[in-house]
T-cell receptor, first 114, second 111 residues
Framework: GAVVSQHPSRVICKSGTSVKIECRSLDFQATTMFWYRQFPKQSLMLMATSNEGSKATYEQGVEKDKFLINHASLTLSTLTVTSAHPEDSSFYIC??????????FGPGTRLTVL | GEDVEQSLFLSVREGDSSVINCTYTDSSSTYLYWYKQEPGAGLQLLTYIFSNMDMKQDQRLTVLLNKKDKHLSLRIADTQTGDSAIYFCAEGSGSARQLTFGSGTQLTVLP
């Protein structure tokens, strides 16, 4: 089956630093990748949609300068949380899909900003 | 915008059937999904149904779709303790098939 990995699985950083999270599709080419944020005991909120080689489309209320998304290849997308603050602490989940196929989700990255 | 709603909690006894319900508002939804999330983990796709279907069965899982009422359900037969998790329904539409998730139902299976 389709496998999506995320790295790191957990990260703790100091306020003001930047954190990069990687999302990789291991056995398929992901034409589209999605980034979600999940607060404790809440649903997933879509942050942005990215297509390989083009700029990401951000959902309303998501700051594109705060959450930088790069989808440079068909197997890798990165989310960089710039100048992180404690309110950015959350569970970040990516998903990836081939064209005309379903989304497959990564295992998530737990970000804690001190 | 689209809205997907689920009840927050469900408890069942091991061996019984579980039925998790979901309602959605987007009549243009083309696919409806059920995902399972275990603590601290990502989402696992359990099953999905195309909007022109009424029912789909896959081993212990049965999905029922009432398109008129925009109601989706997931039945888990012979529920086991390993089925304890949060179950999300989601609707997908559009060419990118972006997903809108419900709030999730916490299923607890009692011995």
């Amino acid at each position: 089956g389709a496998v999506v990995s995320q790295h790191p699985s957990r990260v703790i950083c100091k306020s003001g630093t930047s954190v990069k999270i990687e999302c990789r599709s291991l056995d398929f080419q992901a034409t589209t990748m999605f980034w979600y944020r999940q607060f404790p005991k809440q649903s997933l909120m879509l942050m942005a949609t990215s297509n390989e080689g083009s700029k990401a489309t951000y959902e309303q209320g998501v700051e594109k300068d705060k959450f930088l998304i790069n989808h440079a290849s068909l197997t890798l997308s990165t989310l960089t949380v710039t100048s992180a603050h404690p309110e950015d602490s959350s569970f970040y989940i990516c998903s990836a899909r081939e064209i005309n196929n379903e989304q497959f989700f990564g295992p998530g990255t737990r970000l804690t900003v001190l | 915008g689209e809205d997907v709603e689920q009840s927050l909690f469900l408890s069942v006894r091991e061996g019984d059937s579980s039925v998790i319900n979901c309602t959605y508002t987007d009549s243009s939804s083309t696919y409806l999904y059920w995902y399972k999330q275990e603590p601290g983990a990502g989402l696992q796709l359990l099953t999905y149904i195309f909007s022109n279907m009424d029912m789909k069965q896959d081993q212990r899982l049965t999905v029922l779709l009432n398109k008129k009422d925009k109601h989706l359900s997931l039945r888990i037969a012979d529920t086991q303790t390993g089925d304890s998790a949060i179950y999300f329904c989601a609707e997908g539409s559009g060419s990118a098939r972006q997903l809108t998730f419900g709030s999730g139902t916490q299923l607890t299976v009692l011995p």
